[in-house]
């Protein structure tokens, strides 16, 4: 039995080992953009009208309900959801997650105390959402919003601080 | 470093022996390109479990949900559409491959003493491989897959004896396709089949490894050579140009995706996939009480004939060149498959619904009934937006949110005098009514395309209604049937030929009882390209 020559033994090892790595990364590839890339139409946000401004009291919180859409998956689910908004002055409004920060629990506006008030374990925060006492993390969190023709909307991305 | 590591690997499983001992298998001197096909096999079945694994990820194995969720893994997800092509494709590259190694494994002999086993297990592999491409063809749940399917289920009716049995196995008790059939396709092809298949694969490698890669007569006494490199060279070369027609494929051909499987369509022609058309055609030249031979009959016969060949053939092994009986049969094979095919694919009328209409977005206009469009457009004739902003609750209330609850006479009256100080209406008794049955019972279709059909075609649509053709075609579901539905009219006829049909009926199509209409080019414009833009 002779031995191949070196420059086709080279040759076939060469094809052995990237021939397979093409296709690894032809498979892998797509996989991963499959896998990790967020939907297309969830890229994009949705927005809902929620409240009338002329309604809203300068610094009285209102506990606003509304219906908006959530894409889940190939589906696509109307539910209700809550804010609470806060008209601060005339031109800035805020509108907060329903959710303590600390662990989730819906926390209320406290008209004595003046602030939100969290039941589960008495997170307390300001009317501009700063934690004021307890175990909450950071402050409340907040809707995207945007005014339109004396209407609020609220949109679906939700920011943290 | 890396020597200590494999050393330990080594010490502690032995995997590196394993590996060396795997690599250093003795092959026979005459091995080569024709003994690759099984490698390329096992890899088209490595590359079908990984991208269906990555399909199950996103897939709903329900009919309520299949199709949706595969239409949002097409269309919603970046890559999806190569991942379900790569599936899709494979499996027919598969099918093409695993066919290919048993002709080779036939033309050259190797079944025969002592691989009479090894050839079993293949032949039971060959049928998982189809039974992977019989359950697997349902699961998209487009008209395809549903209506492929019934055809299915009933061919398996008419085996003697056991039909009505098979038929309570496939879920399809009294012939009906429906969740239980979905779920048992869907079981046996994602939980029964690919274990089966591993087993089977195991074993028949075993088996290889055992009695060795077939040799050539007269190959014995020759010097034996080593499996690795120079056959894992050539192993790999055909698995990526395998790989490569794959992945040609996938980018060039579109995956189809039908509309939503629908058992009340009666138009929709069904057919099996490529690989199965000529058995659908060998059905063709059996016919009444003799059908059973074509559909059960001779495909058990061939079967059992595939399996039975190592008893069969039970002489020496002698070079494929002189095995001119087999390659004789291969020929006949072939033939006769490609003839039935080809017969098939001819005889196949074109398909009332395009391959990948599930994946383009239809405009809501387009699928609603004409006298619809019209109402559209005397809305828009008579200024009623002025006061019905669509959307927004104003002065008059938002017809897109709710349909109207008044009744008809208040209706009329109202288009009629719309306010105190609006000007009288332009519109005719019957547009009138059209109006108001619209304006009550609009659907979300038709919200949609109140604000979106563009108006040359709402104006085509007031024209279709004031010349009233529903009362002899049928239009998006609207309409008698005297004449011909006007749907899809543009896959059948060009535009010169309605345009010059409508003056002239039965110069165009004789017998036609349709009364000539003399329109001005203006409106002739505006009603042919309306027609023309509604789909199937």
Known sequence: MSEPKTDRRTFWMAAIFGLPGVISAALAIPAALYLLVKPKSQQKGTWVEAADLSQLQVRKPEEVVFRRTRIDGWRVLTEKATAWVVKMDDQNIVAYHPQCTHLGCAYHWDQKENNFICPCHTSAFSIDGKVLTGPAPRPLDRYAIRTENGKLLIGSEIQKS | ?536
């Open chain 2, 1 to 536: 470093m890396l020597r200590r590591i494999i050393d330990w690997l080594e010490d502690r499983t032995g995997i590196e022996s394993a590996i060396n001992h795997f690599l250093g298998e003795a092959i026979p001197h005459s091995a080569g390109w024709h003994q690759v096909l099984g490698s390329v096999a096992l890899f088209a079945f490595l590359t079908q479990a990984f991208t269906g694994v990555l399909l199950a990820f996103n897939y709903a194995p329900t009919p309520g949900d299949a199709y949706s969720s595969l239409r949002y893994i097409v269309t919603e997800l970046t890559a999806g559409r190569i991942i379900r092509g790569l599936h899709h494709w494979g499996a027919s590259l598969m099918i093409i491959v695993v066919v290919l190694h048993l002709t080779q494994v036939f033309l050259w002999g190797a079944y025969k003493k002592p691989r009479e086993a090894t050839w079993l297990v293949g032949m039971v592999l060959l049928l998982v491989t189809l039974a992977y491409g019989l359950t697997g063809y349902l699961l998209p749940w487009d008209n395809r897959a549903y209506w492929g399917t019934v055809v299915t289920t009933q061919i398996a009716s008419q085996a003697p004896g056991a039909g009505p049995y098979l038929l309570r196995l496939l879920g399809s008790d009294g012939g009906s396709i429906g969740v239980v059939t979905f779920a048992r396709f869907y079981a046996a092809h994602v939980l029964l089949l690919p274990p089966l298949t591993m087993l089977l694969i195991g074993i028949h490698l075993y088996l290889i490894r055992r009695h060795g890669v077939t040799p050539v007569p007269g190959d014995e006494s020759l010097p034996k050579k080593q499996f690795y490199p120079e056959q894992v060279f050539k192993d790999t070369v055909a698995t990526f140009v395998w790989f490569a027609v794959l992945a040609a494929m996938v980018v060039a051909v579109r995956v189809p995706l039908g509309r939503m499987a629908d058992p009340t369509d009666t138009s929709f022609i069904p057919r099996p996939e490529w690989y199965f058309l000529f058995l659908f055609q060998l059905l063709k030249l059996f016919e009444g009480p003799l059908e059973i031979v074509g559909s059960v009959v001779l495909p058990t016969i061939a079967i059992g004939a595939l399996f039975l060949i190592p008893f069969i053939d039970r002489g020496k092994a002698i070079r494929v060149r002189q095995r001119t009986g087999a390659i004789a049969l291969v020929a006949l094979g072939a033939i006769g498959w490609a003839g039935l095919t080809a017969r098939a694919v001819a005889t196949t009328p074109p398909s009332t619904e395009s391959a990948d209409a599930g994946l383009r977005q239809v405009e809501a206009w387009r699928e609603i009934p004409a006298a619809d469009m019209a109402a559209i457009g005397y809305f828009r004739k008579d200024n009623c937006g002025n006061c019905h902003v669509l959307g927004k609750a104003g002065e008059a209330p938002d017809l897109a949110k709710a349909p109207s609850n008044r009744p008809a006479d208040w209706l009329t009256q109202h288009f009629k005098q719309p306010a105190t100080n609006a000007p009288p209406t332009q519109l005719s008794g019957l547009q009138i009514k059209t109006l108001a049955t619209f304006v009550a019972k609009r659907d979300d279709k038709a919200v949609e395309a109140w604000s979106s059909a563009p108006q040359s075609d709402v104006e085509g649509a007031m024209l279709y209604q004031t010349n009233q053709c529903g009362m002899c075609h049928q239009l998006n579901g609207a309409g008698q049937q005297v004449g011909p539905p006007l749907n899809g009219l543009a896959d059948r006829r060009a535009r010169d030929w309605v345009e010059h049909h409508f003056a002239e009926p039965a110069k165009f199509s004789p017998g036609s009882t349709m009364p000539p209409y003399k329109f001005s080019s203006h409106d002739l414009d505006r009603i042919t390209s309306y027609l023309l833009d509604i789909p199937k």
